[in-house]
């Protein structure tokens, strides 16, 4: 396999972003499965060799990975038992074969294929929005994580995707999970069941926490939590008095997507003041934890978060305090993705540097991490019909006629009582479209994360009633299914002509997306269909 | 009661919105329970006169709205048989008493008292979230617009608020529902089973359709819905050759808060080649819709908007097509505050005197209309706990200096490198507030309003252990329980300082609020208290 050439043959993958100033180089990328593949299932020579060392195959990937990006695999080697997870990894495919009907998918099938394939077998009346989980994907970034930073135990951020799928995966292979309400904790206690281990594999990572939430993970059994002011200090005092504490540090989040520091953290003259009440009220202070934000940019933001660390701890075990700090938790902030920039290789190098100098092995200190983002991203893809479409014909572009007739009827001419000139502008933006396309997910669904996450999505299209083979593009706009007018996804991008049934899909959207998504209007994407990527 | 003098003597009502330019005068008021109330519920003396006679007092509330607007009652009268809604009123009382737990509460009680009282009533170690229902609201809605606009037969927009005791009191009284997805018939039928008239009391309002949702619409026995595009047309013809069907107008909705004439709606010409093609296709065209957007400020665009319909009445009754339309469905966009300006019976006044010129009775149109946020707006109160909170002090207002300690690690200072600066603000603004609340609801939850429906709220205080009588007003920031710094529902309020088990409450939160929240990290106000107002 990794002697394959692979080209690269996408039909199609305009952004689709309300934020120009996004498209960055990141969004001409496909997923990684694309990336590895070829876009055409029809041509069987270019297909890879089917083999069942499913984890042979990850680690292949990631050495291919590796290999392009020119590093030495020896280097940065884990020491974590291959053979364990090998075993394990065989065993959960087993198991989500059975439990989920997941279908063994070759490692080398592209993710267009695969779409046109789900959509292929389902009834040809069917027009549901679903979404296709790869549920080797958890495995695979599980495997990364390990071989990149072995020193460093994730527990998956719950919140970015808390589909009881991921949790499952991650469970087995020895994940922990930072979880920050009640809520997130039940659906681990749900799956994980009485005999997961909720005093080391789970930290309530929330600053800011309620009372009745407090009582519901101490009476899980679990020990781990962060803390970054005062009054909170004072209710686990009264509330969860045998805690293990870490201080949440505030850091330089200003290279993430979605920055946190305004909300939570505390900096260090902060810390000092904490460290003083925690002894006072003989509060268990067990190390520090830090978010550089979501999708950090900047992988010297570790860096530095990482000497204040070093900073706390060493403040902390001054003779005022007497606290020996033993853990350390480095948050999230990790891409989804490898080929983003930093890749991921790059930010585990700078913090594997980082550690050694600063938090040697010797000096014996757990560490752990938050990832979120990066174990949930690129493990769905949403698949979406068209359920409806306006062709801007002659009668519609010659509107302007009819606002003389009627007085005031159309809102094609921009006036000053307009609310503001970005929808002014969205709104010319629709009014010049050449066709407008309707499809059942939106803002109010997995887009919601065009508006809380930033995120720019990649759209692909199918035909499915392929009568027309013209590549001519036009200037259209995707509508979601809701009835409000922001319910918009892409105000201008260039699609063919496509008609109603016919499939727009958007790969990696595990993230913060279904997560946040509401049932607005009655629509929300609800079908799973899983895959194995052998 | 009408002779009675109500004092306000608000605790405190500070804005809490992202938009300053929509601090309009209406959020200078309370909702319309606190206005024919006092806030101090101690004060006996001036509690109005309980009666068990519902109806009349439901009828007595809006006959005080109308006089303090000079309305004069006799002009308007509805025809309706008042006595059978005063039944069907009592009826439903004990219904929602026997089924939900509903408190009987005095109609002069103000909402302030009510949520202190809901509070009291609650395990002083529950610190959840809720809402307030009252149920009696909808009721006196429905009995409002029959006054008003008897002629008019509301089906009310399921879409602002999908709670199934808001579509149980509406069915009851006779109203009809507008559902735009087949989930949301799925709810109404759930609710009103069998033997409901779908023919008459559904209309499927969505323009833009997917098949399998006609096909579960046609299945149920609906009847009516709307076009407005050539393909759906095509798409009926195959899929619902026996709908009858409704050409959806686009309107000028440049004065409402939420237009939707960018994704739907045709205009003049279009309506003509809808015509011509749904004669060709001898599709049932038998009358219009059109909607003016959500909360509309501008009477005058239902005039235009009905001169429009008239228009295309007559249009499509020439030779060319000979359509007889029957059915006229004037949408929504109706405010659900009688505070609001235009009043709903100024709104209603304008319809009611374009109706009478260009639609009189004697033409004998059924007309029809789609209120969401009328009936539901005013109907819920959000009950909230302050879980968390932050005292900005020295150490914290220093933090200057720590940045030169510790190399960009503080937020503070402003940067080019910052995304932009809306966000630098708001930076700043929470950097220099006093005191930083975290309450259990947020932007995800029920203010995701703020977001999608640009929505101001009006925030409450209670002060649970009130120890500290001190009014000293604080700057304040209220941030939702989210990890998310998103998460923020207002930057800069002024609060005095509250601790942590204290209630910030918010009315009137019934539509676009839990109708499109979700359950992001764990977080979604799930709890109900259900309330009768005599």
């Not at 972003?17 to 055409?40: G, I, V």
């Not at 077998?121 to 979404?131: A, H, I």
């Not at 970005?422 to 059942?440: F, H, P």
Request: net charge negative; with cysteine; charged share 30%.
């Amino acid at each position: 396999m990794s002697d394959k050439q692979h080209n690269r043959k996408e039909t199609s993958k305009p952004e689709t972003s309300n934020s120009e100033s996004r498209k960055a180089d990141d969004n001409e990328r496909d997923n990684e499965d694309d990336d590895k593949a070829d876009d055409d299932d029809d041509n069987n020579d270019e297909q890879p060799v089917r083999t069942n060392l499913v984890h042979e195959l990850n680690i292949k990937a990631i050495d291919d990975i590796l290999h392009d990006q020119g590093h030495d695999l020896d280097e940065q080697a884990t020491k974590v038992d291959k053979r364990r997870r090998q075993f394990l990894v065989h065993e959960l495919k087993e198991l989500f074969e059975s439990k989920l009907g997941a279908k063994h998918v070759d490692y080398g099938q592209s993710t267009a294929s695969i779409v046109k394939n789900c959509c292929k077998e389902l009834p040809s009346d069917n027009d549901e929005s679903f979404y296709i989980v790869n549920l080797s994907h958890y495995a695979r970034q599980y495997h990364q994580w390990m071989h990149f930073l072995g020193r460093i135990h994730p527990f998956y951020a719950v919140k970015s995707n808390p589909s009881s799928f991921i949790i499952e995966v991650l469970a087995e292979l020895g994940g922990g999970f930072d979880c920050a309400s009640a809520e997130e904790l039940a659906l681990v206690q749900k799956i994980c069941g009485d005999k997961f281990d909720y005093a080391k594999r789970i930290i309530f990572a929330h600053p800011c926490k309620s009372i009745s939430h407090i009582r519901q993970f101490r009476d899980a059994g679990v020990q781990m939590t962060v803390v970054d002011n005062e009054d909170e200090l004072t209710k686990l005092k009264e509330h969860w008095p045998d805690a293990k504490v870490l201080l949440r540090l505030k850091t330089d989040d200003r290279h993430s997507m979605s920055p946190f520091s305004t909300k939570f953290g505390a900096n260090e003259r902060e810390c000092i003041t904490l460290l003083r009440l925690a002894r006072k009220l003989n509060i268990n202070l067990v190390g520090c934890s830090f978010h550089v934000g979501s999708r950090c940019l900047d992988p010297n933001l570790y860096k530095e978060s990482l000497k204040l660390a070093r900073r706390i701890f060493d403040i902390a075990q001054q003779d005022e305090f007497k606290f020996d700090f033993k853990i350390l938790d480095i948050g999230g902030g990790f891409s989804g993705h490898n080929w983003d920039k930093p890749s991921f290789p790059e930010v585990a190098k700078v913090i594997n540097q980082t550690l050694d100098k600063i938090f040697p092995e010797s000096e014996g200190i757990t560490l752990m991490s938050e990832p979120g983002r990066y174990f949930s991203s690129g493990g769905m893809t949403l698949v979406t019909r068209i359920i409806a479409r306006r062709i801007h014909n002659l009668d519609y572009k010659s509107n302007e006629k009819i606002v003389e007739l009627n007085r005031k009827m159309s809102y094609v001419q921009s006036s000053s009582e307009n609310e503001n000139e970005k929808s002014d502008s969205e709104k010319a933006l629709i009014e010049s479209a050449d066709n407008i396309y309707y499809i059942n997910d939106g803002i109010y669904g997995t887009f919601n994360a065009i508006i809380f996450d930033h995120k720019v999505f990649i759209v692909h299209y199918i035909k499915i009633n392929d009568d027309n083979e013209s590549c001519e593009q036009f200037k259209s706009v995707v509508f979601g299914p809701t009835c409000d007018s922001i319910d918009c996804i892409a105000h201008s991008i260039n699609l063919p002509l496509l008609n109603i049934g016919d499939v727009l899909w958007f790969p990696d959207v595990g993230s913060y997306t279904s997560a946040c998504a509401s049932n607005f209007n009655g629509f929300q994407t609800k079908k799973y269909v899983f895959i194995w990527k052998n």
